[in-house]
């Protein structure tokens, strides 16, 4: 007897994956080895349950029904492609789903992955660990990852590769600098002392990712992953200064965070990065209450794609609540 699929993990939601058909996999495609056969199951129910969990884990997804596949991009930068195909012969009763990595790399894809065709096949899903919105900002005098003199010493190599003004150097140092400045990767202690250097007046490291941010323009496609590395940096040394940083670089990132969060539909990972860096601005933002409008927009679009991004805008407007 044919045995009944699971139901989904959770109801569709809107700006789920609207997929009704896909395409039979090809005869000779050689699979990669994250895939799964989804038996007794229709392509809208996988459909359906992927772009939950690609919404539960907070991974910008772009869905293409035209070819069933969704270009998916996580928080620490992965780019990767989730392909939906029919099975012939004796896979015709159902579904594969097959992801692809296509750049970066962090072992927090191989949870993320795993998550996915999981979730896909209609089984219970690991949670996932708290988002950067959701974790208090403490101190831990007994930080057993702290090694600042390191930390600070491997700025000299962010700055040179930051200064060769090539896009694979450029790239490096950024990736480099976005660990040194992120808690749950060297400690807290060292993140602060990393930030605060960056921080400092005339840095060069600091003043070349404000340059990055401050002058790309919205056009320039091949500088974006410099740009998103430079904003998720932003984010985190705002957070590890608390926010205090000068007025001049106030003023000037802030139109960039309302920018980029207006556009949440179309780039939602950039958005959580800009409610990111909001967040930690909000207490000396004079005109806070002008952001809710942009913050409503970022919780609707959180809402239906990416539930990080919801928690974060949701805790910027209470921010702004507190500060009346």
């Keep these: 007897p044919k045995v009944k699929s699971p139901p989904p993990l959770i109801s569709s939601a809107p700006g789920g994956w609207k997929l009704k058909n896909a395409p039979t996999l090809p005869k000779f495609h050689p699979l990669d080895r994250a895939s799964v056969f989804c038996g007794n199951t229709s392509v809208s129910l996988v459909a359906g349950r992927i772009a939950n969990v690609l919404r539960d884990r907070s991974i910008e997804g772009h869905f293409d029904n035209s070819k069933a596949k969704v270009r ?5 930068n992965v780019d990767f492609r989730i392909f939906l195909y029919r099975g012939q012969k004796r896979y015709s009763h159902g579904v594969i789903v097959e992801v692809q990595r296509r750049y970066g790399a962090s072992v927090m894809f191989f949870q993320d992955s795993k ?9 219970i899903v690991a949670p996932m660990k708290q988002t950067t919105a959701q974790l208090p900002l403490v101190d831990d005098p007994d ?16 700055e040179k ?7 694979d150097a450029t790239l490096l140092g950024l990736q480099t600098l976005s660990s040194l400045t992120d808690p749950e990767k060297m400690g807290k202690s060292t993140a602060n002392r990393v930030s605060e250097c960056i921080v400092t007046d005339g840095n060069t490291v600091g003043g070349k990712v404000f340059e990055i941010i401050t002058t790309r323009k919205p056009t320039e496609e ?3 992953v410099h740009y998103d590395l430079a904003m998720s940096i932003t984010a985190n040394v705002l957070r590890n200064v608390r926010g205090k940083v000068s007025e001049f670089h106030r003023n000037a990132i802030r139109p960039i965070l309302v920018r980029d969060m207006e556009n949440a539909e179309k780039k939602p990972q950039r958005a959580f990065a800009a409610a990111r860096c909001l967040d930690s601005l909000l207490a000396s933002d004079q005109c806070a209450t002008d952001l809710y409008v942009v913050l409503e927009h970022c919780k609707d679009v959180g809402e239906a794609r990416h539930s990080a991004l919801r928690v974060q805008a949701e805790k910027c ?5 507190e500060s009346r």
């Design 72 to 76: 998916c991009l996580t928080s620490y």
């Design 115 to 123: 998550a996915i065709l999981d979730a896909a096949q209609g089984k």
């Design 143 to 158: 930080d057993e990852f702290d090694d600042s003199k390191a930390a600070i010493s491997s700025l000299t190599f962010v």
């Design 161 to 167: 590769m930051l200064l060769y003004e090539r896009m």
């Design 222 to 224: 091949d500088t974006e």
């Design 317 to 321: 407007m209470r921010l702004i609540d």
